[in-house]
Structure formats: C-alpha cells, structure tokens
C-alpha cells in the first residue's frame, strides 16, 4: 500500500476551496487527485466510479451535504477513508471530536492534511450512527443496486411500506426497496409522512383523498386514493383519525 | 477590553425628537391621561367627569396641539442647546402659550369666569416638568440599551462561516492571483474596521452600501457565478441616514439562505428608493420552503428591528414575506439628511 499513491477525491462546492486543496495536495508527496466533485451527488457519483482511498468532504453543500454524502456511501462494499473539512460548525466538530472522527479545518494547512491522509480510515457503524444525529432530515433515500447506489430524492416518494426484512419505496416510475425501519423514517419527516397502516407511511402531498371500501372479508374500511398511482392504500382502524385530519 | 469598556461611557441626556411621531404620541397620550385624572378628581362622580373633562379639554387641547407645532418647528434650533437650556425654552413656550390661551379664550368660547393665570401657569409648568422628567427617565433607561445594540450588532453580524471560508478563498488566490487576493484582504479589512467600529451613530447611506459592495465582492469570490446581483439605486437618497450593519446583515443572510443551498445558486435583488419621507429598502433572494437553518435569520432579523426602533421609534419599518419560492424584506425608515460635509 505504501508504494502506491494515494487516490484523493476532493468534494467541495466552492472553486477556490478546491483549488487550494489542489495546491496543498500537489505538495504532498504520494497523492494523486482521482477527481473532484462540485456537490455532494457528485460526490457520490465519482466516489461510485473512481473508487478513492479518501475522500475529503465539505460539509456544508447544496442539495445533499456531506455528512449525507458520507451516509449514503456506507452502502458500499468498500467505503472510502472520509476526512471531513467545514470552515466552521461548532456542534459537528464537537461530535468528529468525541467520536475521533476524522476533520480538517478551513483554511486547512498543509502538515494538518498530510497527517489527516497518512491516518485516514473508513468511518465506523458507531461512528456513522453519531454522525447521523448531526445532519437534518436527508435529501435522498440511497440503495445499494448491484453494488452501485442509487439516490431517490425524499421528495419524490409516494409511499413506503413494510414487507418482511425490506421497505418498498415506491415512486411514480418504479419501486425500490431498502433496508431501514419504518418508524425511523417516520420519525426522521415527520412532516412528509403520515402513517396509513401498521406497514405503511404516505407522503401528505400525494394523497388525493380517502374512499370506503369493501375488503374481502366483507369488512368496510377506508382507502387512501393517491394523485400519481391508481392502486389505493388501506387504512388502518386505529389511523382513521388521519382521515378527517387530511380533510377526506 | 478597551471596547467593552466604551460601553459604559455615558450618553448624555438630550431633549427628545420632536419630529418623532412616536415621541408626539407619547405627549399626547400622556397630556390627556393627565386632563383625565384631573376632571375625574374635581368631579363627584364618573357621570358628571365627563362635562368636566370636556371643559378641561378645551383649555387644554388648544395649547397641547400649539406646543406640538411650536416644538416641531423649534426642534432643530432646540436640540443643538444644552439640555437645561432647551428645557428652560420649552417651559417658557408653554407659559407663553398658556397667557395666550388664557387672554383669547375670554373672547373665543365666551368663558364667564376664566381661571387665574397663576393657577393656569402652575398646571401646565407641572405637566411641563412631568413630561421632561418622563423623556429624561426614558432616555437614560435606553442608554444602555444603544450601548447593547452595539454589542448585539457585534454578535449578529458576519457569521464565521463567512470569515474562515473567505480566508480560505483568499488563501487560494496568494499564488495563482496575487492581484486579486491583494483587493480581496482589502475589502476584508474594510469590512471588520467597520464591524468593530462604534456603531451607535446614523450613518449616511452610502457608507452602508459601500460595505454591501465589499462584503458581497467577497462572497462572488468565493460563489462566482452562483451569485448574481441586481441593483436598484436610481432613486436612493445617498444622504439618507441609517443605523450601520442594517443592510449588510440583511444580505449576509441572503446569501447563506438564497444562495449556497442551490447548486444553480440564484439572484438577489437589492431595491433602495425614497418616497416622500420615507427610504424603502426592499430585498429579494431564492428562497427554497425546505431550508431548516432558520434560527440565525430570526435572530439578525430581530437585532435589526430592535436596533430600528431604538433609532426611529414608532416610524421604521421591517416586514418580511414569502412569495412562491422569493423572500422579500422590506425596511422602512424617515428620511434623515445627513449633514453636508
């Protein structure tokens, strides 16, 4: 390992941050800059082509930030090293601190990331779990697709549910399914989505309105009609408060 | 510590403006509050009070609205005396305004026995001399608050996200643009003699634009083509006064909310006019429902509203609205001309 260079990808939104990374890094010895990554999708993207050994990740960006970005990539086989950089951001650098996560600050010097590059390593679950508690509400649900993720923005979710090991998410085109819990993701948007049934959670925006049907045994319930899909979702009896709430 | 300990250096107490709107209402609020009490002592009951506090009214309103206009008038020539100076002028005002009251009412509203001008000079000295020690009171109880304002204005502008992230930027201009990182440290230094200045006093409004220029040619530095600017200044009183750090914090915000959240970032739009008495400051920029870093924008919003009513009182302005996906502040101030210098 130690003869070959190290492969860098360098993810900030910011041109002259990254050209300074590229000047500090062009005087470390045993680097090589894979690429570099303008947002944190690109981020994603290349950390999915190039496969680095590290990536040095801004954590402030638009669209899915980099403590998001560093998430999603936990659904690879073989994860990168992730530095993290921020100009400053009292409550992440306490938590990189108590969990010995790697950082940089902005402005970065020189020796500062040649010591962070020689120790990097790939982030911990227990690290990550932490980690997680710091960002907002993520932008995208990530899926691991043949070992290549997949992003599906939060916004274009129409429903989730609950089969066996896996959630189904399902979107106007496709369904998709990932490995996480129902309860977390409700507890995580709490605004986007509303529980229908035990193994099921709508977005508010794409429920049209509710109807009573007659299911199999007889029994009459109500169904959520969606905006974007014919099929409907049953609701549940101890959710039939949410149908007077949404207006049905 | 040689700026914390400025904040304690008195202010000294000076007669109120009276072109304020806010300090008119204030007389005439208490003017009147006192014509009440007085017409319900002298009556025997609630009903009868009112006969009484119409009568009193008479006398009493025709020498409050008089003092008004005589003070607006006066204000200028007024507030540049010592302060004992201008209470003792506006005393003898109101005696002189009294014995004319007293001497025309006799033929104006017929009065049949009008009350002595001794007892009639005596009223309104006390109301006088209440309503001085009212302002004096009030003045000295906000002192300190001008000196907080300063220190609020202190933690509420320039983020250090922005400080360490401009450094960076100028850090990668050294080599490859010395040039450009020259003007960059410049503006930089512009920029925090002005964040750490006193800044209690009005400011013209050029000053205050100058610094929007430095801070935003900072921040393009930094965004580039993500931040597009618009301005509209051909209506802008640049003698206009303002408190400093009004506008500047304003765009800061701007930036932070409208435009690094978007990959495409976005335009902000800066439109200065004056109307009559008035200088609108309105701004635009990209607003997006899903930002969740709202708590700092609150809390430059409300140091900038405080700050405007310690300056201005009832007559500034802030409002702020959502319109699809723009957000719009709107700042209201008087007109202040600034001393030519």
Partial sequence: MSDQALNILIADDETPARNRLRELLAEIPGTHIAGEARTGREAITLTDKLRPDVLLLDIRMPEIDGLEVAEHLQKLDRPPAIIFATAYDAHAVQAFELNAVDYLLKPIRAERLANALKKARALLPAQMEELRQLRAARSHFSISERGRILLVPV???????????????????REYLIEESLTQIEQEFPERFVRLHRNCLAARGAIRG???AHGADG??????????????????RRQQHIVRELGG | MASIKQN???IPVALPDFRNMGVQLRILVIVNLMAVLAAVVRADSLITAWPALLQLSAAVQPILLGALLALFILNSPLSRRPYRQGCLAVWLLVLLLTAGMQHFAGDLFGMDAPPSLGRSWFLSSMTVGMLLLYFNLRSRALSPAIAEARLQALQARIRPHFLFNSLNAVLSLIRSDP????????????????????????????????LCRQYLALEKLRLGERLALNWHLDNMPQDALIPPLVLQPLLENAVYHGIEPFLDGGEININIYRSRDQVHMVLTNPYRLEGDHHNGNKMALGNIRERLALHFDAEAQLMTKVAGNQYRVHIVIPYRQAAAS
């Avoid at chain 1, 916004?155 to 085109?173: F, H, N, P, W």
């Avoid at chain 2, 990182?181 to 512009?190: K, P």
Wanted: hydrophobic letters at 45%; charged letters at 30%.
């Fill in chain 1, 219 to 236: 029994d009459v319930h109500w169904v959520a009609l969606l905006k974007e899909l014919q099929e409907t979702l049953p609701v549940s």
């Fill in chain 2, 179 to 210: 040039k450009r990182a020259e003007t960059a440290l410049e503006d930089m230094a512009d920029l925090f003699r002005v964040l750490m200045a006193d800044n209690r006093q009005l400011v013209p409004l050029q000053n205050e634009l100058e």
């Fill in chain 1, 155 to 173: 916004d274009q979710v129409i429903y989730l549910r609950a089969e066996l090991k896996y959630l189904t998410v399902r979107t106007a085109e």
């Fill in chain 2, 8 to 10: 304690h250096l008195r």
């Fill in chain 1, 210 to 212: 509710f109807e009573r």
